[in-house]
Structures are given as structure tokens and as C-alpha cells.
């Protein structure tokens, strides 16, 4: 299938989308500290920079967009893959997968506990 917009006008989609400080971030940024816990945000020395890290407990969140890091569960709509132009889609959003799987594989092996929040649950 072929994309149904131009190409200025996905260029210009893509590149209001976000990594940092997403409304599903904020959200769960907000409520952690209403609930009164301290934390570092994207810190750089540990794999895949957490969005919320909490040190002296040893534990991170991430905050994961349902598109992009293919949530898989049933009801959320948000985390199928697209239709058209799946020769691109497919390996990118793999990748995103698979680089998740090992950010956790390796904050775990360091003794980390890890919690992912999916968009759609917030």
C-alpha cells in the first residue's frame, strides 16, 4: 500500500512525535510525586535511560507508547502494526522490541527491578 500522505506532510507528523516528556510520562511523573517519591528522570549511565528512576531502591519506569513499543494485548488498539508500507514497519518496530527486551534483561541482571507502564493504561 502506498502512504496516503505527501511526503512533507508525514515528515512534519514525524517529527512532532516525542521521546521525552510525553502526556503518558507526565502523567505517571505527576502521580509519583503526588505520592510522595523522589526520582531522577532519563538517566543516561543506565541502559535504555528509564523515564523515571528511583535509586536508593534500585528500581525504574518506563513509560512505553503502545505504537512504538508494539503493545500486544488485545483490547488496545493502539499497538497494532500498520498495514501499509509493512517492508518499513515491520523490522523498525521489532527493533524497538527487541531493544526493550534487552534493556530490561540487563537493568534486571544489575540488580534493578523494572516496571513498564503502556500508554493505554494511563
Given at each position: 500500500m502506498v502512504d496516503k500522505l505527501t511526503p512533507a506532510r508525514r515528515s512534519a507528523n514525524m517529527s512532532r512525535i516525542r521521546s521525552k516528556d510525553t502526556k503518558p510520562e507526565m502523567v505517571v511523573r505527576k502521580l509519583a510525586h503526588a505520592m510522595g517519591y523522589r526520582y531522577r528522570i532519563h538517566r543516561k549511565d543506565l541502559p535504555g535511560k528509564p523515564d523515571l528512576v528511583f535509586g536508593p531502591r534500585r528500581k525504574v519506569v518506563f513509560v512505553h507508547g503502545c505504537f512504538w513499543h508494539q503493545h500486544d494485548l488485545e483490547h488496545c488498539l493502539d499497538g497494532r502494526r500498520p498495514k501499509s508500507n509493512t517492508?518499513?514497519?515491520?523490522?523498525?518496530?521489532?527493533r524497538n522490541v527487541d531493544r526493550d527486551v534487552d534493556h530490561v534483561t540487563a537493568?534486571?541482571?544489575?540488580g534493578w527491578q523494572v516496571l513498564i507502564v503502556w500508554e493505554c493504561e494511563t
Open positions: 517492508s518499513y514497519w515491520s523490522p523498525k518496530l521489532q537493568l534486571k541482571a544489575a
